[in-house]
C-alpha cells in the first residue's frame, strides 16, 4: 500500500467522523434549546439532508437525543484522548470523557424497565420491593445510578469505581440531582467488594474491565446479591462485519475491557453457579448485549 492510497482510506474515512460532528451539532443544539446560525446551520442541515435524518432530529425530544448525542462525543473524545499528550488539557479531556461515557449510559435504565426487566422473573417487583438495592461496578460518573433511581423511586445504589477522579465526579453529579441520600460512592475494586446477600441488581460493565477483574467480579457478586437476586452483564457484541468486528474489539481494547467470545460470558456466569441464565440482545443497532444470571434460592 502507498502513501496515495493511505491518504484515500483517511480521507474516506474522515468523511465518516465529518458526518458524526454534523449530527452532534444538529443534535447539541436540541439539547440545549438553541439554534446554529449562519453557514453553521446551513451546512449541518445539508449533511442532516444527506444522511436522511433531518426530520429525525427536528422531532426528537432532547430526553430520547441526549444518550445518542453522548455515544457520538465518546468516539470523537476517546479518539482525541489517544492521540493527546498528557497534559492539564489532556485531564479535561478524560473528564469530558467520562462524563460522556455516563450519559451514554444514562439511557439504558428506561430501556432496561421497560424490555430487559420484565424477561427476569420478579426482579421489577425486587426493585419496587422496600430496601431494593442495586450494586453498579465501574460507577464512572454516577449517570447510570441516577438514572436507575429516577427510574425506581425506592431504590438505593452502591457504585464502585477504582478511579478517585471518577468518584468525584460521581460525587458532584449526585449531589446536582439530590440523590447523596439513596447512593453510596466507594473508591475500590468491584472484586474486593465485601457486601454479603445485600443487592437484588448488579450491573457489570465488561467492556471498561479487564478480563481477570469481570471473572473475578462475577464470582464475587453472587456472595453481595440476596438469594434469587440477578446479575446483569453488559458486553460488546462483534460488528456486522469483518471491519465492524475489528472496530469493536479495537475500541473495547483502548477503553481497557473485556470481549467475550460467542458463549463465554454465559459460560462464566454458569461457572459461576447462576441459574436461569440467558442471553439477552441489546438495543437494535447498538453494539451491546447482556447475559443475565440469577443466584439460587
Known amino acids: 500500500m502507498d502513501i496515495e492510497c493511505l491518504r484515500t482510506i483517511v480521507a474516506r474515512h474522515a468523511a465518516s467522523a465529518n458526518a458524526l460532528v454534523a449530527l452532534g451539532l444538529a443534535m447539541d443544539a436540541r439539547v440545549r434549546g438553541t439554534t446554529l446560525d449562519g453557514d453553521a446551520a446551513r451546512r449541518t442541515e445539508a449533511v ?5 435524518v433531518s426530520g ?6 432532547a430526553v430520547e437525543l441526549a444518550p445518542v448525542l453522548a455515544s457520538i462525543r465518546v468516539d470523537l473524545l476517546s479518539g482525541g484522548k489517544l492521540l493527546s499528550e498528557r497534559s492539564a488539557s489532556a485531564q479535561a479531556l478524560e473528564a469530558s470523557l467520562r462524563q460522556a461515557f455516563g450519559d451514554v449510559s444514562a439511557g439504558f435504565p428506561a430501556l432496561f424497565k421497560r424490555l430487559i426487566a420484565p424477561q427476569l422473573a420478579d426482579l421489577p417487583e425486587r426493585l419496587d420491593a422496600p430496601g431494593a438495592a442495586f450494586l453498579d461496578i465501574g460507577v464512572g460518573v454516577g449517570a447510570l445510578s441516577v438514572s436507575m433511581l429516577r427510574q425506581w423511586p ?3 445504589a452502591v457504585g464502585v469505581d477504582p478511579l478517585p477522579e471518577a468518584i468525584a465526579q460521581a460525587q458532584s453529579n449526585v449531589r446536582a440531582a439530590g440523590l447523596e441520600h439513596r447512593i453510596e460512592l466507594r473508591t475500590g475494586l468491584g472484586q474486593d467488594i465485601t457486601d454479603k446477600d445485600a443487592f437484588d441488581l448488579v450491573f457489570v460493565p465488561s467492556a471498561f474491565i479487564p478480563e481477570p477483574h469481570v471473572r473475578a467480579i462475577v464470582q464475587r457478586s ?3 446479591l440476596r438469594p434469587g437476586g440477578w446479575l446483569l452483564l453488559a458486553m460488546v457484541n462483534p460488528g456486522p462485519d469483518t471491519l465492524g468486528d475489528a472496530l469493536t474489539r479495537f475500541r473495547t481494547t483502548v477503553w481497557g475491557g473485556t470481549v467475550f467470545e460467542k458463549g463465554a460470558a454465559q459460560a462464566l456466569a454458569e461457572q459461576c453457579g447462576y441459574t436461569d441464565s440467558r442471553l439477552l440482545p441489546g438495543p437494535t443497532g447498538a453494539p451491546v448485549a447482556f447475559v443475565a444470571g440469577r443466584k439460587p434460592g
Open 48 to 52: 442532516l439532508g444527506e444522511l436522511g
Open 154 to 156: 425506592g431504590l438505593r
Open 56 to 61: 429525525i432530529v427536528a422531532s426528537a425530544n
Open 222 to 224: 453472587q456472595t453481595a
